[in-house]
């Protein structure tokens, strides 16, 4: 869905619907972040609230990964 910094539609910013299902969590997680600051960038368009895709991948980018098994070194 946004594999590219422009989506297939040819739209570079996405709705907050379109982010919570890209990263799959709830509308309302969305939208609390942005409430508190967290989550993804994002900019008013008009009245509207949209995210750029290349932030989406910068966030998505930013988040510390886990697991994966890790040996001591010798």
Same mark, same amino acid.
């Given at each position: 869905?946004?594999?590219?910094?422009?989506?297939?539609?040819?739209?570079?910013?996405?709705?907050?619907?379109?982010?919570?299902?890209?990263?799959?969590?709830?509308?309302?997680?969305?939208?609390?972040?942005?409430?508190?600051? !967290?989550?993804?960038?994002?900019?008013?368009? !008009?009245?509207?609230?949209?995210?750029?895709?290349?932030?989406?991948?910068?966030?998505?980018?930013?988040?510390?990964?886990? !697991?994966?098994?890790?040996?001591?070194?010798?």
């Amino acid at each position: 869905m946004l594999q590219n910094d422009i989506a297939p539609e040819g739209r570079p910013y996405k709705t907050d619907i379109e982010v919570a299902e890209y990263l799959a969590v709830s509308v309302s997680t969305v939208r609390r972040w942005r409430l508190t600051g !967290g989550g993804p960038r994002w900019i008013r368009i !008009g009245c509207s609230v949209r995210y750029s895709v290349a932030d989406l991948h910068a966030y998505v980018a930013s988040l510390s990964g886990g !697991g994966g098994h890790q040996t001591e070194a010798a």
